[in-house]
């Protein structure tokens, strides 16, 4: 080296290689110079390598940051609970930024509420609690929409801002607080606080507010989430609490979805009937189907009353459903029961119809009994003449016979009318069983048939008319022997019981004899209908027995199979009150 030769300095490890002759000294400095220009650095080798440090701790940074950012949403989920987002957030942020406190307020149009704050021991107000748009620093915030730095005042002072007092409470000296921003509007606030003075450059603050819109976006996305689940739950709640029958069923007839009502019903398929066809599960399939394929055709809603095995009646409604596109894609099949209506409907109908006969039963009557009184007085006084010839005392019997039998038709008229008053008093349903099976039991059982009789000798007394209760027991046996008279009836036996419950006083009388056919059944209690041959009945019997009955605040209800035999029982209510 001459000794005007400048001293050279090469960068770290390098001189050895230029000694050794690895590389040329001037390829060394050329490289120096240009990292030199490239950083900008005029300085040692120490500072060159200070420089690069931090500037790798600032890409580390962000990386971090952006890590932080992917961690957090990605562990956000609809289903977490707000103090498990905000510990979400906390936990992953105090790794690059140190604090101490976070609440989140929601604002809930003019309202702002402090729902939720983590640590729960940092907490002041109770949740919930809405803050006062009056000297308030958040809501300054909202109406500022922008971020705000904080730093909490030692001391009270007048009129100052209502958060200070939480804060000062919990210990916090400085906050930085982030309006939460969702389609335009701002839904929130959140407050980082810290027990020191918070220190930040604008990258943190960039970094932060970044952090703060996703998570307003996470909240809509629960807010969203919650509105659907409670729009869900709220028509599962409707769905099931329906009392009548529902089926959401596809096109194929396939059933989708049921309520609690159908699965009580169809008690036999369990909690299997999802997945059936419905033509599976109904035995009147070509109702249900004609009802759904009618439906399809005409893209409405379709109505029918379907009579289903258990002969219950339901009003069956096929109502077609659309998705956006308006293109149909199954039904929803709503059945109501309706047979205590159809009842009760058919008792108002009959009693309209015996109102409206019983007043001119009642005006016949009286205008008959005046000359079949004369008719079988006059005829009784004749056949008492012991002159006359065989052929005229037989004439006369005939017409007395034929008045005393008009005269049972006018009594029966009358009671139907309810044109006779009551004489109630305190009686037992097995006094009237007594009475009528030692006046007509010996002729019915001449006829070949058997009586048996059941009676409940614990059968509380009722108040009511004994005499009138007879006549249902009469009208009630009469009618069993009548049904099995005919040849075709082998077993001939008629059973007579009386039994009581909570509620009712019961009189039963059943026979193994022909039955009724269903297309009479509705038609038995109608005055002067009769199966019987002309001149073998009135027709009155079942009638005036149901006026009897509904007379003690009772009724009549019937069972019958056509070839197989009939029950008619009576009810009359345990604790009746007494009638004048």
């Known amino acids: 080296m001459h000794d ?3 001293a050279r300095y090469y960068p770290a490890g390098c001189e050895e290689l230029v000694s050794a002759g690895f590389i040329r000294s001037d390829s060394v400095l050329e490289r120096q110079i240009m990292i030199e220009r490239l950083t900008g650095v005029q300085s040692s080798k120490r500072s060159y390598y200070t420089e690069l ?5 600032q890409l580390q940074k962000k990386n971090m940051q952006l890590e932080i950012i992917h961690e957090v949403m990605k562990n956000l989920n609809v289903e977490m609970s707000m103090d498990d987002m905000l510990k979400n957030i906390m936990d ?7 604090f101490d406190r976070i609440s989140l307020s929601v604002r809930n149009g003019e309202e702002l509420i402090l729902s939720n704050v983590y640590p729960k021991k940092l907490g002041y107000l109770p949740r919930n609690v809405t803050l006062s748009k009056e000297h308030s620093l958040y809501w300054q915030v909202i109406e500022k929409g922008k971020m705000h730095y904080h730093k909490v ?3 009270a002072a007048e009129n100052e801002y209502i958060e200070n007092q939480i804060f000062r409470v919990n210990g916090i000296q400085s906050a930085l607080l982030f309006p939460l921003h969702s389609k335009g509007i701002i839904t929130g606030i959140v407050s980082i606080g810290s027990l020191g003075i918070l220190s930040y450059d604008e990258s943190d603050l960039t970094f932060l507010q970044q952090l703060a819109d996703q998570f307003a976006v996470c909240l809509e996305n629960v807010r969203l989430y919650n509105e659907v689940l409670s729009r869900k739950k709220e028509w599962e709640d409707t769905f099931r609490a329906v009392v009548d029958m529902i089926f959401v069923v596809d096109l194929e007839g396939d059933i989708v979805k049921v309520n609690e009502q159908a699965i009580q019903y169809f008690r036999s398929y369990g909690n299997q009937l999802v997945g059936k066809k419905i033509d599976e599960v109904f035995h009147e399939a070509k109702d249900i189907s004609a009802l759904l394929s009618e439906s399809l055709q005409t893209k409405q809603a379709s109505h029918r009353e379907i009579r289903l095995s258990d002969h219950r009646i339901f009003e069956t409604f096929s109502n077609p459903v659309f998705n956006e596109e308006q293109q149909m894609y199954g039904f929803i099949l709503y059945m109501k029961d309706v047979s205590e209506k159809k009842r009760i409907e058919s008792q108002l109908i009959h009693s309209g119809k015996l109102a409206a006969i019983g007043e001119l039963a009642a005006g016949v009557a009286h205008e008959l009994n005046n000359p079949l009184t004369a008719i079988l007085g006059n005829s009784q006084i004749l056949v008492r003449d012991a002159k006359l010839e065989p052929a005229a005392h037989n004439l006369l019997v005939g017409i007395t016979n034929c008045g005393k039998r008009c005269r049972n038709i006018v009594q029966n008229l ?7 008053e009551y004489l109630f008093q305190e ?3 097995n006094e009237a069983v007594d009475q009528v099976v030692s006046l007509v039991g010996y002729q019915i059982e001449m006829q070949n048939i058997t009586i048996a009789v059941k009676k409940d000798e614990s059968l509380p007394r009722i108040n009511g008319s004994l005499q009138q209760l007879g006549q249902i027991v009469l009208n009630f046996l009469l009618n069993a022997k009548d049904a099995l008279e005919p040849d075709i009836v ?7 019981k009386t039994s009581h419950n909570h509620e009712w006083v019961q009189l039963t009388v059943s026979d193994t004899g022909v039955g009724i056919s269903a297309s009479h059944q509705s038609e038995v209690f109608h005055p002067f209908f009769t199966t019987k041959p ?3 009945g009135t027709g009155l019997g079942l009638s005036v027995s149901l006026g009897i009955a509904q007379a003690h605040g009772g009724l009549i209800e019937m069972t019958s199979l056509e070839g197989e035999g009939s029950t008619f029982m009576l009810r009359l209510p345990k604790n009746q009150a007494e009638r004048r």
């Open 153 to 155: 005042p030692q001391e």
């Open 414 to 420: 009358l009671t139907f009318s309810r044109q006779e």
């Open 4 to 6: 005007h030769e400048p």
């Open 490 to 496: 082998r077993e001939k036996q008629i059973l007579i």
């Open 53 to 57: 440090k931090n500037t790798v701790a």
């Open 534 to 536: 002309a001149g073998q």
């Open 92 to 98: 992953k942020l105090i790794t690059i930024f140190p």
């Open 427 to 429: 009686c037992s349903l």
